[in-house]
């Protein structure tokens, strides 16, 4: 059969047998500008294919405020010229450890756990994304002389739901919409995870770390025909907040790597490059077996212990998985690129001015509403960022807890005016009681959506009541700061501002000059908790309780010269300075 197919045991190219050797690559976590060196770098450790997810919420804030759909082919494109196949994995839902697994909050917040079913709003809302952004996939396509040789339905859906009519839609969507490559799905390799997830007649694939003929086996008994492939191999983890930073050794990465690549398997590395989470888009994990427990936060890097770390240099995996490639190729492989420079010296930046949180909000937060109870974040269209919220409490009455019923994911209290603590989901009562009458304002943040379980896409905000005592406080003032807010760099420049104070909340600024601009890492030693923009560009969060305790600056981002950043802290500032090295 002409072009790329998939065969009775294995994938083909004009009927020849061929052996996907892919790796995942974000084109969303990676600069622009680095994705040719990274794409070189997946070339020279022995791939022959690129794989990457697509996040619909950061193309789709708003419903209908398309941004920048065509990044997409750009990176297709890049891939084509890197001499890698392309396989891509549209969603609507990614995981990915991305905030809501890639739904928008625009869904969530009206739908609940109608998302990812045969739900008539939820199909109508996938099939008007679909239409956008699929004809960036169908016009490079293999049979059209593109690097587009599979497109995933859904993502591990066998994790999650049992929808196989939601399944069947998806599948004929993406055909209806002109996709010709061969479609697939990709689970875990558990009897129920195989038989939620899998689409009759469309290949399967499984995802795993390790034991590879175990998985094979399992997935063999639900397909007794068609090629192997490891859709992800877990060469690396993620990080959390709070947690300690995960390694996987590795030799015991290629021993696994071997594993696959001896059973016959084609096989994707998740992640070749996993580059970072820029913006404020990293989701969350609940902790427990069933998904129901402690919000585990994702922290910003996602660098994952790949073969290519976040600055796109090889680690120790990278050669020894190369060494494993290099068995699998035709060929001599193509030798390392030369690595993108790095920062020529330590820079250390004062941060002269400051904005109070209260100011920053008044200028670039939504209008404040008051509402009988507390709307979630979900209510006042907030993806990233920060909601105010305000309430009085009636008096005069004697000193009683106050309790943030629902709370997510963490505020920052203070009543009449003074600082009076901070509040989790774990902990919701305020350590002292409030006596009425008093003024209570809440800094609520939200810590990135959750994005994998049962519990994907739920709220955030105050989500079950303000209270007194037992006694839900009425009339709640709300007003929301949207991270995005600060991509009009004009109105943020425009802000008034005064000297800065250490240990205190709201936007710094400063300005520094760089000569041999690079790559770097940006750190704020003393600081707590918030966001960082250099020359407008989100960084991401920072976070003092680690592990990860620097943020990866793309060489990209700095300029010769005066460049400008920009410190969101919403907890407490050190010494006003940022230094990057
Ligand atoms: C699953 C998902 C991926 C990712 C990995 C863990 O396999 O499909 O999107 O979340 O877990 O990194």
Not at 85 to 91: D, E, H, Y
Request: hydrophobic fraction near 40%.
């Amino acid at each position: 059969m002409a072009g790329f197919s998939v065969g009775e045991d294995d994938f083909e190219v004009d009927g020849r047998p061929v052996r996907l050797l892919s790796g995942a690559l974000h084109y969303f976590r990676v600069h622009e500008e680095q994705w040719g060196h990274r794409l070189a770098m997946l070339r020279a450790m022995g791939l022959n294919c690129v794989e990457t997810y697509v996040p619909w919420n950061l193309h789709e804030p708003r419903p209908g405020d398309l941004r920048d759909v065509g990044a997409l082919g750009r990176f297709l494109d890049a891939a084509h010229e890197a001499g890698l196949w392309a396989i891509v994995r549209p969603g609507p839902y990614i995981c990915a450890e991305w905030e809501n697994g890639g739904l928008p909050h625009w869904l969530t917040g009206p739908l609940g756990s109608r998302v990812r079913t045969r739900d008539a709003e939820f199909l109508a809302a996938v099939d008007r994304w679909f239409r956008v952004l699929l004809p960036q996939v169908v016009e490079r396509q293999f049979d059209r002389g593109g690097p587009v040789i599979m497109v995933q339905v859904e993502n591990e859906y066998g994790s999650y739901g049992s929808d196989q009519v939601y399944l069947g839609h998806l599948a004929d969507g993406l055909r209806g919409l002109g996709v010709t490559a061969p479609l697939f799905t990709s689970d875990g390799p558990d009897d129920h995870m195989l038989t939620g997830g899998s689409v009759p007649g469309v290949l399967a694939t499984a995802n795993f770390g390790s034991n590879a003929r175990g998985a094979f086996e399992a997935l063999r008994r639900h397909r007794p025909k068609g090629p192997l492939m490891c859709m992800e191999f877990w060469c690396g983890w993620f990080d959390h907040w709070g947690a300690d930073h995960v390694v996987r050794d590795a030799e015991d990465a290629a021993g696994a790597l071997r594993e696959i690549l001896e059973c016959g398997a084609s096989v994707n590395l998740y992640m070749a490059h996993g580059g970072t989470n820029f913006g404020g888009w990293a989701g969350a994990n609940r902790a427990g077996q069933l998904h129901g427990g402690v919000l585990q936060p994702d922290v910003t890097s996602y660098d994952y212990d790949a073969p290519i770390d976040e600055h796109g240099r090889p680690t120790e995996k990278f050669w020894r998985f190369r060494e494993v490639f290099a068995r699998y190729a035709d060929g001599p492989l193509p030798e390392v690129p030369a690595q993108p420079a790095a920062l020529a010296g330590p820079v250390s930046a004062e941060l002269a001015s400051h904005t109070p949180l209260d100011v920053v909000l008044d200028a670039l937060g939504s209008a404040e509403g008051t509402y009988a109870v507390p709307p979630s974040f979900e209510d006042l269209d907030v993806d990233r960022g920060l909601v105010r919220y305000g309430v009085d409490v009636p008096g005069p009455r004697r000193p009683y807890p106050l309790r943030a019923a629902g709370l997510r994911d963490r505020a920052v209290v203070y009543v009449d005016g003074v600082r009076a603590g901070i509040l989790t989901e774990e902990e919701p009562v305020l350590a002292e009681p409030v006596a009425g009458p008093a003024r209570v304002e809440l800094w609520v943040e939200s810590l990135g959506r959750v994005n994998y379980g049962p519990r994907t896409g739920e709220p955030k905000g105050v989500t079950g009541g303000l209270l007194h005592e037992r006694q839900y406080l009425h009339g709640v003032r709300a007003r929301a700061l949207r991270l995005d807010a600060f991509d009009d760099a004009e109105a943020v420049r425009a802000l008034p501002s005064a000297e800065p104070a250490a240990g205190g909340t709201g936007l710094y600024r400063g300005v520094f000059e760089v000569s041999g601009a690079g790559d770097a890492e940006l750190e704020l030693p003393g600081w707590t908790r918030g966001f960082v923009w250099v020359n407008g560009f989100c960084l991401g969060r920072y976070w003092s309780q680690g592990p990860q305790l620097s943020l990866y600056v793309p060489g990209p981002v700095l300029r010769e010269g005066r460049n400008e950043v920009w410190v969101l802290e919403t907890e407490g500032a050190g010494e006003p300075r940022v230094r990057l090295s």
